[in-house]
């Protein structure tokens, strides 16, 4: 998806960072299986700048970011944190990656932002079969600061390798949730 700019209070917040774009991931050698590459196609919701309308809520029309499915709140710290997506995508396989235990996965990312805080940046992602010969489709379905109303959804378990869940969805493999 082609993201247009988000405009509000005169000022434009591009969303370029976030048009889909194809990595190719390289795994090296190891343990005597041997090195392979894997091409991915890329595209990054708009959960991962947005916010769910909630529960009684009223958003400020001014606020809301439409595509042809929903509508949701521009979030602007999910806007800033957004321009380390790709740079962190591009980094998977060097990561921690979980399993969901819902048929997604997600990684976190500790933020230090300005103020010392430390955040929990979480991205949710969803690896399948492309049509195209040999490629991966991952969806970046949303990326946000872990915070009391999260607390919730995430699952205490091991951590996958990103190169696994890539050769086993290009070879049609069940991802078991670790244990």
Request: hydrophobic letters at 35%; glycine letters at 8%; a positive charge.
């Amino acid at each position: 998806m082609i993201w247009r700019p988000f405009r509000h209070g005169g000022e434009e917040h591009d969303l370029s960072h976030l048009h889909p774009a194809t990595i190719t991931y390289a795994q090296e050698a190891k343990g005597g299986k041997p090195a392979r590459c894997y091409t991915v196609d890329v595209i990054f919701s708009m959960h991962c700048f947005t916010r769910g309308i909630k529960a009684g809520e009223c958003p400020d029309p001014n606020l809301c970011y439409r595509d042809d499915r929903e509508t949701r709140v521009f979030d602007f710290q999910r806007y800033e944190l957004s321009h380390q997506l790709p740079d962190i995508v591009r980094g998977l396989c060097g990561r921690k990656v979980y399993h969901s235990g819902k048929g997604n996965f997600f990684t976190i990312e500790i933020v230090d932002k300005r103020t010392g805080a430390r955040l929990e940046y979480e991205i949710y992602f969803v690896a399948s079969r492309s049509s195209r010969s040999g490629r991966v489709n991952l969806v970046v379905q949303s990326a946000y600061v872990r915070d009391p109303e999260h607390l919730a959804n995430r699952p205490k378990l091991k951590p996958i390798g990103f190169p696994v869940i890539l050769f086993n969805v290009l070879n049609n493999k069940a991802i078991r949730v670790p244990k």
